[in-house]
């Protein structure tokens, strides 16, 4: 079963993530912020993690530069989910490494696609 | 705590009926049972006056109702019971009283504005002060009226006395005792003299406004008018059939037609005088000034008080006339006193309860009258007679605490003083003579400062040797024609028109000699300088009113140290170090140069006018300035042109400043317009990504909503109200974005007016206090103002509360505390809200203002809400003039706001 790691401190965004992707037959973690991703991450190593820019405490973009830092954590496929939408933006996002950046709002569906996509590449 | 109060007047005053009532199921009255019926209702005034002070700022103070009511203090015992005696006795003349004022009040809307606006600017106290201020504040004429005022209205008060107690021994049925020490009508008077020295002296500023004092005085003219209503309804349903049955058997009396006609010539000629005679004394009489002009909160006011106190004025005359013709009819065929058919008749009928209501009534009336005049004549007394001629030198040497104590304490003495003179006048002076008849003479003798008064505003030629000759040749016709009779009989004074009654003649030829030597002897001779600059400033109050002390002239040499000192000597080092900042501000002076100017001369004066009177204000400072003389003609040069002057100077410094702040704007408007262009990006980014968050959860939670049939119950509900409580924080970041647009364009003004601030506070709390006691959170209040009265949009406040108690709500964790303290700092308000939240990162202190600010190291959740509370409430408090901060403390978050007092 793969494993997917969401990120966002938005409850009620993580309730649907959750729920889509459980249903879809996937392990989901979850982490509220930035520093709870990385302690997830000491002991679970998911396939993919789907991160917001804005979290309190650590955000996404340092979040990210963190993971890249470690050399076990390179495989892990990272998708930007974003409120932030402006080209600088997502262009910064994708130069940062991650997979993909995906702007609020989005269909769950095109979502699940993605993430499919993604992992098939593996 | 409104309510409470109200609710505690209203059981009081049910009890009090209620014991009425039990009391008169029996059929005499117990002379010590009405004492104690007198001393509950004074206490009820004690209660209302005292709960009027401790509210200043409350909304029902300060309507226009009650300086409308106030002014019926008008109709003292003499309406009540004289009234209806005259026209028992002598028909029809008894409306004269209330038609004059009727006739003259809707002038009010114009005269009265440009008195009370006369008054303020010169922070006047008192009929004295404003008419001896516009004849070049002469102590002389300041003493000359008080006299006057002195006269006329201590036997007016000993009438008031002598109503109190023979209403109180008419309803006992007791004797009028001998020894005042078993009357217990003294003891009433004992109690009405201290109660106004205490609540009519509690500032030492005469120029303050009484509202306790004011209220209760309202409070009673609704009673009395109430009462009043009662008897009428009474005697007109309850003892005859109605209006009809009264006017029926009334008009069988031998003279029912000769009392009821205004008889030829002789009458009308009365009638016109008298109207007339009660004209001026709407203006004049000092109870009538102070309530009127003094007491004046808002010129506004007034428009109220030209319908409302006419219409109360024909509503207690509207029963006069029955009551009276029904007396003559139950008492055709005795001799008893026509004055007190309000107590007799229900007394006749054996109703002990409306005779007890009519007694209260007149009690009222009495008590405002007796009120209300102690008061103004207090203040005339001590600050234009004993003040400016034997204080003076204490003053000098004493300090600020010693001579604030000293001026209140005259003032109590006074008010003392006069109400022992009112008494004993009432028990060893008072000739036999119906309450009516010394009511006029009261009216004749104050009329006599109507052509000095109206003189004053209206012409500017008038002048001081003309006031004083004409307000002293007034009176000595009076005393020749009026009070002499009274105690020598034989007297014949040759002054007369055969066929007008001896009041209307005396008023005729008094005022026609006064009148006619003011005029003339103002004509004739040259004024001083100093009252033709006032006379200007009195007639044309209206183009002065913004820059008063501009027209104030004064040349010499004269230091702001020593006039300094001086203000301290009455004001206080404190006050009067903020009195010259404001003096500064207003007049934009920035220099430290010690010299004096006439702004500054006539500044100070003001400031002590309220305390000592406008001329001890004259003394004092002339006594440390060196004024040069200045003639005539001078003067009326100078004045002309600066009447010029203030409207072109205003212009043009208008214009001089709008042309540097336009080049200044324009040197700034393109960084502005820069800088305002990048911050709107930046907001629009930030609204944009804040409608994106709600909007994606609704977005996702619909779409698994659609395509998943097998989602259990549970989890449905749960999305479902995910979806409505996103849709309602989408709303509540809409309206918080527009409402912050409004107050940032200006287009939402702010709703000023004076509230409590502890008030306010718990207003915004109460929503709150579930979610506290939810999270088991302490809350506290300290208090460590004295005044928590101030000027702020309420509405607006509450939402600064209730933004940073959500907060602290939020932030706190269970069982924390929530602590709010209100206190002065360096003459600011400050209210702290502390919470024992975690710190705010310091880097994010100065920052978490802003709109949508987020802490990036925040270690909190982020809180529920638009993003914009803070800036929302930053905005209200920087257009309040105050400031807002948050601050860490080592063991919590403490915001702080900074209100100017």
């Known amino acids: ?122 | 705590m409104g309510c409470r109060c109200c609710w505690c007047i209203y059981f009081q005053f049910g009890c009090f009926l209620h014991l009425l009532r039990f009391y008169f199921s029996k059929n005499s009255m117990n002379s010590w049972f009405l004492f104690i019926l007198v001393i509950l209702y004074l206490g009820i005034l004690f209660f209302i006056a005292y709960f009027a002070e401790k509210k200043r700022g409350s909304f029902w103070l300060n309507n226009p109702y009650f300086y409308s009511l106030s002014l019926a203090v008008y109709c003292s015992a003499w309406t009540y019971y004289g009234s209806i005696g005259v026209a028992a006795k002598s028909g029809l003349e008894y409306l004269t009283i209330f038609i004059g004022p009727v006739i003259i009040i809707p002038t009010w809307i114009f005269v009265n504005t440009k008195i009370v606006r006369i008054s303020r600017v010169n922070k006047i106290s008192s009929i004295a002060d404003f008419i001896s201020l516009r004849y070049g504040n002469h102590r002389t004429l300041g003493a000359l009226v008080t006299v006057v005022c002195l006269f006329a209205i201590i036997p007016y008060l000993g009438l008031q006395i002598k109503a109190i107690s023979e209403s109180f021994h008419l309803l006992t049925q007791t004797q009028n005792s001998e020894n005042i020490f078993f009357d217990n009508a003294t003891y009433v008077v004992l109690i009405i003299a201290l109660f106004s020295s205490y609540y009519g002296t509690r500032y030492v500023d005469a120029s303050e406004k009484r509202l306790g004092i004011i209220a209760a005085v309202a409070i009673e003219s609704l009673l009395k008018l109430i009462f009043f209503i009662i008897l009428g309804l009474f005697v007109v349903y309850g003892v005859f059939n109605g209006f009809e049955d009264l006017y029926k058997q009334a008009s069988q009396l031998p003279d029912f037609e000769k009392l009821n006609t205004i008889a030829g010539l002789e009458g009308s000629s009365n009638w016109f005088l008298l109207c007339l005679l009660s004209m001026t004394a709407i203006f004049l009489l000092p109870r009538q000034f102070h309530t009127a002009i003094i007491e004046n909160r808002k010129e506004k006011h007034i428009k109220t008080a030209i319908w409302l106190f006419p219409l109360y004025l024909l509503l207690i005359n509207f029963f006069v006339f029955p009551i009276s013709w029904g007396g003559n009819v139950l008492f055709a065929d005795q001799s008893v006193n026509t004055d007190f058919y309000s107590i007799l008749i229900p007394q006749k009928m054996g109703n002990q309860f409306i005779s007890a209501i009519v007694f209260l009534g007149g009690l009222s009336a009495s008590i405002s009258m007796i009120i209300i005049s102690s008061i103004s004549l207090s203040v005339m007394l001590s600050n234009n007679l004993i003040i400016p001629y034997g204080w003076l030198n204490t003053f000098k040497i004493n300090s600020e605490s010693d001579n604030s104590k000293n001026i209140v304490n005259i003032r109590k003495f006074s008010i003392l003083i006069l109400i022992i003179l009112a008494f004993v006048f009432y028990k060893y002076l008072i000739v036999e003579n119906s309450l009516f008849s010394i009511g006029l003479i009261a009216f004749v003798l104050i009329a006599q400062l109507s052509p000095s008064f109206f003189g004053a505003i209206f012409w500017r030629r008038g002048n001081f040797y003309g006031a004083v000759s004409g307000i002293i040749a007034g009176i000595v016709i009076c005393y020749l024609e009026l009070i002499i009779p009274n105690y020598f009989p034989t007297w014949q004074f040759y002054l007369k028109i055969d066929y007008i009654s001896p009041i209307a003649n005396t008023f005729f030829w008094s005022l026609l000699v006064n009148a006619g030597l003011y005029c003339i002897v103002s004509v004739s001779t040259i004024g001083n300088y100093r009252e033709r600059n006032f006379a200007e400033l009195y007639v044309d109050i209206n183009d002065y009113i913004h820059n008063h002390e501009n027209a104030y002239i004064w040349r010499g040499t004269a230091n702001i140290s020593d006039i300094q000192k001086i203000l301290i000597k009455f004001l206080g080092e404190k006050k009067t170090e903020q009195a010259l900042k404001i003096f500064n501000l207003k007049y934009n002076i920035s220099d430290e140069s010690d010299t004096a100017d006439a702004r500054f001369i006539k500044f100070s004066e003001n400031l002590l006018s309220g305390r000592i009177g406008t001329a001890s204000a004259k003394i004092l400072i002339e006594g440390v300035t060196k004024e040069d003389k200045i003639s005539l003609p001078e003067v009326l040069k100078i004045l002309e042109e600066s009447k010029e002057h203030i409207s072109t100077n205003k212009q043009l410094r208008e214009q001089g400043l709008q042309l540097k702040n336009l080049s200044e704007d324009l040197q700034n408007a393109n960084e502005n317009l820069i800088l305002k262009d990048q911050q709107k990006d930046d907001f629009l980014d930030s609204v944009a990504h804040e409608l994106r968050t709600p909007i994606t959860a609704i977005r996702a939670t619909s779409e698994i909503l659609l395509d998943d049939d097998e989602m259990p119950l549970e989890i449905k509900t749960e999305f479902l109200e995910n979806i409505i409580s996103e849709v309602d924080r989408l709303t509540e970041i809409i309206n918080d974005i527009l409402y912050l647009d409004k107050l940032e364009a200006g287009t939402l003004p702010l709703q000023i007016s004076e509230n409590n601030i502890l008030e306010t506070y718990q207003k915004a709390l109460k929503p709150l206090k579930q979610l506290m006691e939810q999270k088991k959170l302490h809350h506290t209040e300290i208090n460590l103002l004295d005044d928590e009265i101030l000027n702020y949009d309420e509405m607006k406040m509450i939402q600064v509360f209730q933004n940073i108690l959500g907060n602290a709500v939020k932030f706190t964790p269970e069982q924390g505390i929530i602590q709010v303290k209100f206190r002065k700092k360096e003459d600011q308000i400050r209210i702290s809200i502390f919470n024992t939240g975690k710190n705010i990162p310091e880097e994010d202190l100065e920052f978490i203002f802003d709109k949508f600010y987020q802490s990036k190291n925040q270690n909190i959740r982020k809180p529920m809400g638009s993003g914009l509370g803070l800036a929302i409430c930053k905005k209200i408090i920087t257009a309040h003039q105050g400031k807002i901060a948050a601050k860490n403390k080592e063991t919590g978050v403490v915001f702080e706001i900074n209100l100017p007092s």
């Open chain 1, 1 to 122: 079963m793969k494993k997917i790691l969401i990120a966002d401190d938005e409850h009620k965004i993580v309730m649907t993530l959750e729920y889509a992707f459980r249903k879809a037959g996937y392990e989901v973690f979850i982490a509220r912020d930035g520093t709870e991703v990385l302690e997830l991450l000491k002991e679970q190593i998911p396939d993919l993690i789907l991160l917001d820019i804005m979290m309190p405490n650590l955000d996404g973009y340092s979040t990210l530069s963190e993971i890249k830092k470690t050399e076990k954590f390179q495989k892990i496929k990272i998708i930007f989910l974003s409120a932030k939408t402006s080209e600088k933006d997502i262009q910064k996002g994708l130069e940062m490494g991650a997979d993909a950046y995906i702007t609020k709002p989005y269909s769950i569906k095109k979502l699940s696609e993605k993430v499919q996509e993604l992992l098939q590449e593996n």
